[in-house]
């Protein structure tokens, strides 16, 4: 079951991209009643992480909007980024559970048990309207919500305006990567801005990274690793990867304060243009594009070599709702999920946010910009690779922490690994995988 669990998720995270595509290029409850009209008012909790609070979802006029028309108020529960799966697996295992919670489909199949704690959605009114179930399925069910069929890209948010100015083209190579690094620190800005304070942004650069290594290199690593036919310590790409990273810090093309800097801290420094690039995801462009239109980012595929054939990472379909079985308000959660899923709800939200529809009554808006360069460079011609977390069966918390150990100076890049390899296999045991 683990291994057909493996499966459907990857399929359905794969499917992301070839309709992704194809769309860009074409235009019960033991609660009192929480409905209009009656009723006492009810609240329901609403749990994501704290990296995720500017999801669409969440945005207070719209809940505002919902309990106006509904009588029932959502809650928010901000988890802290680096523990929201082993906070989520807390939740569901001392039956503590929130009444609906974001999550990515693919992570929640492999760590928190979807058959076993999730609602099967397919009878919902809003799924006769989907264009793509697949991409909020598994197991041949609906189980989790979306008005969009995107996937987040990862790779290098940049700010084209500075690289026009100092005659910079997109580095297609490592060494045209810290060239143009050293240009842009030579006219004063900083080239890269790392907010390892929040340690999930610490593995973005690699998570993306060994994705991509491994789709080019080894088709069939994360099968191995996740079948402890290999080690983490065996791949020596893997270690030259986190070099990288570190390097960057070391000859001084980032900020000083990196374990001290948040990603909260991202769209400001973009905004003040004190930075040139980030290793992060197309959300960040979305952020800093809502506070000023006029800001002129892209995102480009970080190299990692000298074959000047980078691919861009393609993370999970994220975002998405899921409702728990032992939710203590299951309807008023169902009615939440109806309401965002109305045409001119939906329709609202796809606007402002750029998505690519799922709903067939919904229109698609023009991408922006850098969304169709996206298309046109990476999604079309086949340079795009799933990351790394869209194969991980395991909560990444300890790789993370890992991961800023190396710039505090405590740990080389194979410790990090090392230590990542002995929690990994740790952790694949407590699960009961096979072969640990």
């Known amino acids: 079951m683990k291994q057909t669990a493996r499966k459907l998720s990857l ?137 969009s069929q995107d996937t987040g890209m990862q790779g290098v948010v940049y700010n084209k305006d500075i690289f026009k100015e100092l005659g910079l083209e997109v580095p297609k190579t490592y060494d045209e990567f810290l060239a143009a690094c050293e240009k842009i620190k030579a006219a004063g800005y900083t080239p890269i801005f790392m907010p390892f304070k929040d340690n999930w942004a610490a593995n973005v650069m690699p998570g993306a990274s060994f994705g991509e290594y491994a789709a080019k290199s080894e088709p069939t690593l994360f099968d191995d690793l996740n079948a402890n036919k290999k080690k983490w310590t065996d791949i020596q790409a893997f270690q030259t990867i986190l070099d990288q990273q570190y390097d960057l810090y070391k000859k001084g093309y980032t900020n000083t304060d990196v374990l001290s800097d948040s990603y909260d801290m991202a769209a400001g420094k973009f905004l003040n243009k004190e930075v040139a690039m980030m290793f992060m995801g197309d959300w960040l462009i979305e952020s800093v594009q809502q506070q000023d239109a006029n800001m002129n980012l892209g995102l480009f595929a970080y190299p990692t070599d000298n074959s000047g054939d980078a691919y861009l990472g393609a993370s999970p379909l994220g975002g998405q709702l899921f409702i728990p079985k032992k939710a203590k308000h299951i309807e ?61 069966l395991v909560d990444r918390s300890e790789l993370y922490r890992s991961l800023q150990d190396e710039f505090t100076g405590s740990k080389t890049s194979q410790q990090v690994l090392q230590t990542w390899n002995d929690k990994f296999a740790e952790l694949m045991k407590d699960k009961g995988e096979a072969g640990f």
Not at 335 to 349: G, M, S
Not at 360 to 376: F, N, R
């Open 11 to 147: 399929g359905a995270v794969s499917a992301v991209l070839a309709v992704s595509l194809a769309a860009c290029g074409s235009n019960s409850s033991n609660s009192e009643s929480g409905s209009t009209g009656g009723g006492k008012k009810v609240t329901i909790e609403l749990a994501l992480s704290k990296s995720s609070q500017d999801s669409a979802f969440v945005q207070q006029d719209l809940l505002d909007e919902f309990e106006k028309e509904t009588n029932i108020k959502v809650n928010l529960q901000l988890l802290p980024a680096e523990q929201t799966s082993t906070v989520l697996q807390t939740k569901l295992a001392v039956n503590e559970t929130p009444d609906i919670l974001q999550y990515n489909l693919a992570s929640a199949t492999t760590d928190l048990n979807l058959e076993r704690n999730f609602e099967i959605l397919d009878d919902q009114p809003w799924v006769s309207r989907l264009l793509n179930k697949d991409v909020l399925s598994a197991y041949g069910h609906v189980y989790s919500f979306h008005v």
């Open 332 to 392: 008023e959660a169902k009615k939440f999920l109806d309401f965002i899923a109305t045409k001119e709800v939906a329709q609202k939200i796809v606007n402002n946010q750029s998505y690519v529809s799922n709903f067939s009554d919904v229109t698609t808006p023009e991408l922006p910009a850098y969304k169709q360069e996206i298309l046109d460079n990476y999604i079309t011609p086949k340079k795009v690779a799933m990351t790394m977390d869209a194969y991980m």
